[in-house]
T-cell receptor
Framework: NAGVTQTPKFQVLKTGQSMTLQCAQDMNHEYMSWYRQDPGMGLRLIHY???????DQGEVPNGYNVSRSTTEDFPLRLLSAAPSQTSVYFCASSYLISGRGYEQFFGPGTRLTVL | DQQVKQNSPSLSVQEGRISILNCDYT??????FLWYKKYPAEGPTFLISISSIKDKNEDGRFTVFLNKSAKHLSLHIVPSQPGDSAVYFC???????????WGAGTKLIIKP
């Protein structure tokens, strides 16, 4: 049971380049989400999905696309990278645990730098 | 407008003493509160949670207190250990939604 895995761990892009951050979970969780974490700020929700084929925008969706073709995978695509997208990206998944309030399990993160 | 606030960016505590981390919120519709712990270069991990219908939840060395009238919650760690040195995030769930609203985090440093 690997939990939530993310690749790559580190990435450097040039402005305008595109790329996909990969996220996979093996816990059969319905809910998956992408966050970004910036210094002095909490985690901000980019996009989320409540099941295969269903995605929705979070707080900061601009510049990012997602899809959910399977329960396990939830890739995040940067369409045209900008320096403002330099951040640490976390993928998380969850299911309802009775009495625990949608505890989310996180991957180790991807540190992205856009030059 | 930050709905979940952790006003102390950092906190330093002597090993063996009590650590108290604080969190304030503005939205009275939050129905669940969670604390996460994060080590450098790792993702956050769940620590403890509390429903809005309770005022206290305990799990080993960790206790969370909720004061709904003051819209304030706190995490107590007793006794503090070196391995507790990490960033602690407070998060809140709104109206049985899957989404969580996060505070900015407090860096806890446990001094030997």
């Amino acid at each position: 049971n690997a939990g939530v895995t993310q690749t790559p761990k580190f990435q450097v892009l040039k402005t305008g380049q595109s790329m996909t951050l990969q996220c996979a979970q093996d816990m059969n969780h319905e809910y998956m989400s992408w966050y970004r974490q910036d210094p002095g700020m909490g985690l901000r929700l980019i996009h989320y999905s409540v099941g295969a084929g269903i995605t929705d925008q979070g707080e900061v969706p601009n510049g990012y696309n997602v899809s959910r073709s399977t329960t396990e995978d939830f890739p995040l695509r940067l369409l045209s990278a900008a320096p403002s997208q330099t951040s640490v990206y976390f993928c998380a998944s969850s299911y309802l645990i009775s009495g625990r309030g949608y505890e989310q399990f996180f991957g180790p993160g991807t540190r992205l730098t856009v030059l | 407008d930050q709905q979940v606030k952790q006003n102390s960016p950092s906190l330093s505590v002597q090993e063996g003493r009590i650590s108290i981390l604080n969190c304030d919120y503005t939205n009275s519709m939050f129905d669940y509160f969670l604390w996460y712990k994060k080590y450098p270069a790792e993702g956050p991990t769940f620590l403890i949670s509390i429903s809005s219908i309770k005022d206290k939840n305990e799990d080993g060395r960790f206790t969370v207190f909720l004061n709904k009238s003051a819209k304030h919650l706190s995490l107590h760690i007793v006794p503090s250990q070196p391995g507790d040195s990490a960033v602690y995030f407070c998060a809140a769930r709104w109206n049985s939604n899957y989404q969580l609203i996060w505070g900015a985090g407090t860096k806890l440093i446990i001094k030997p």
